[in-house]
């Protein structure tokens, strides 16, 4: 990993460009393969209308969050599997430790797998207890036009480049800004510059993106 400054896109935004390095991508993409293994993606739907996502995700962590007919949750077992989520790789750990600035460890760790005609649309995270935690962002793969904006989904908004080994930290007064991915860049699909081929779990020209989430409020600070 690349020990490097931020740069503040907005209060609380945080983008770490190139953090992860061309070694410390191809930990996290071992890792991820394991994860993958023991917990095949699956295809969210949306809430009430059952209307599927664009995107495959599984999660690793004590908690994984899913969509379905019955609305947003956080839950302790594969959907599919009925089995509990395999443990967050430690390359994302220690991305958290470094640079997520909280002081519990996250609970819930997205994985999100992009094909090249993927999209998110504008959406605020906040199935959380815990909304003063940040939630940490690790790109791999082919570049994301991210999109962020503000509190409300009709504020002035903005696009960067997430690359593959970028971080995004979503924190503070950016806690709950709308954000998305507008479109996946393919032919920047660059998960290692040194020529190895993207992991298997990838699909050609795809993105994957993990997303680091404290969940419950810890303890302590509950009964501060």
């Known amino acids: 990993m690349r020990d490097r400054d931020g740069i503040a896109l907005a209060p609380g ?22 994860v ?3 917990a095949p993606p699956f295809l969210p739907r949306m809430p009430r209308t059952g209307v599927p996502f664009s995107v495959r ?21 594969h959907p599919n599997l009925g089995m509990p989520w395999p443990d967050i790789p430690e390359s994302a750990r220690a991305a958290w430790d470094a640079i997520a600035g909280y ?12 094909d090249p005609r ?22 791999l793969g082919a570049t994301a036009l991210f ?33 998305g991915v507008d479109r996946i860049l393919a032919a920047e699909a660059d998960l290692l510059a040194t020529g190895q081929p993207p992991p298997d779990f990838l699909p050609s020209g795809g993105r994957c993106n993990l997303t680091l989430r404290r969940v419950r409020r810890p303890v302590a600070m509950r009964s501060a």
């Open 118 to 139: 993927a999209r998110m649309g504008l959406h605020q995270d906040r199935d959380e207890a815990d909304l003063d935690a940040p939630v940490l962002s690790l790109s």
């Open 103 to 114: 002081g519990a460890p996250p609970e819930a760790c997205l994985v999100n797998l992009y």
């Open 147 to 179: 999109r962020y904006g503000g509190l409300r989904r009709g504020d002035p908004t903005r696009s960067i480049r997430l690359r593959s080994g970028d971080a995004l930290v979503m924190g503070g007064a950016s806690r709950l800004i709308h954000h």
């Open 13 to 34: 935004l945080i983008h770490y460009p190139g953090y992860l390095d061309d070694a410390a991508q191809g930990r996290l993409a071992a890792e991820l393969a394991q």
């Open 57 to 77: 995700m599984t999660n690793c962590g004590p908690l994984g969050w899913v969509s379905d007919v019955a609305g947003y949750r956080y839950q302790p077992l």
């Open 36 to 38: 993958i293994q023991a």
